[in-house]
């Protein structure tokens, strides 16, 4: 059977198999729904032979729903990896509150730091959870969720090159703390490296997304 494209009829192929194409209109149909019972390519055509000055302008996008849900498959492990992170940081947190409580008329600037990493771990592991499960039940990533976790993962690890910096030098242990100055010089060192952490994670979170090369990638690592 052969089909015909019009300025009034645009047409969207998605070849399921050499004897089943699906045909449909996508200017009437918002959304259509194609089964997939094997793996294999898949190839999605859109067409529009209406007038070069007048033609219509199609968009959307194309989410793909397997067994476990919308989350891609090699996504999947992380899925799990959060979720257990998550269970396992709630676990230490806890311990590490307990024992800070008991000896609490003893403790130093590197315990007090020790808690705000436990803790932006914990966020970090949580807020990705949660991401992910939003991603797998609906089909798109939740902006808001997957800034948030990018900003505890980068203000966990400037909160521990800070940790390591004073720590290395004495502060808290040998002398009270720095003079200003040389603190201010940490601070805008671990804003630096925060800010970069962050811009590393969204690359790497949208990667597959806007197809950045692995090239690119292992350059601004």
């Keep these: 059977k052969s089909y015909t494209c019009n300025s009034g ?23 259509v729904t194609v089964p997939i019972k094997a793996t294999d390519a898949y190839l999605l055509t859109v067409a529009n ?22 989350l891609p498959g090699n996504k999947v492990w992380s899925f799990h990896w959060w979720r257990w992170f998550t269970v396992v ?24 730091m020790i ?4 803790f932006a771990a914990l966020m970090e592991g949580a807020l990705s959870f949660f991401q992910h499960r939003e991603w797998n039940n609906s089909g798109s990533q939740h902006r808001i969720l997957v800034a948030a976790a990018m900003g505890f993962y980068g203000v966990k690890y400037a909160a521990t090159l800070l940790l390591l910096m ?6 808290g242990f040998v002398i009270a703390r720095f003079a200003m100055s040389a603190e201010l010089k940490m601070n805008m060192v671990c804003v630096v490296f925060l800010l970069m952490q962050f811009i590393w994670k969204m690359f790497i979170s949208y990667k597959d997304q806007y197809m950045i090369t692995p090239q690119f990638i292992m350059a601004i690592t």
């Design 89 to 112: 940081n709630a676990f230490l947190c806890v311990m590490w509150i307990v024992a800070a409580g008991r000896h609490r008329n003893a403790l130093m600037y590197v315990h007090a």
């Design 49 to 70: 032979c209406g007038k070069g000055t007048g033609a219509t302008l199609l968009k959307g996008q194309v989410t793909v729903k397997q067994a476990h849900g919308y």
């Design 115 to 118: 808690t705000w990493l436990a």
């Design 9 to 31: 009829r645009p047409l969207a192929t998605f070849n399921t198999g050499a004897d089943n194409v699906c045909i449909f209109n996508p200017a009437k149909q918002k959304e």
């Design 166 to 171: 004073e720590s290395a030098s004495g502060s």
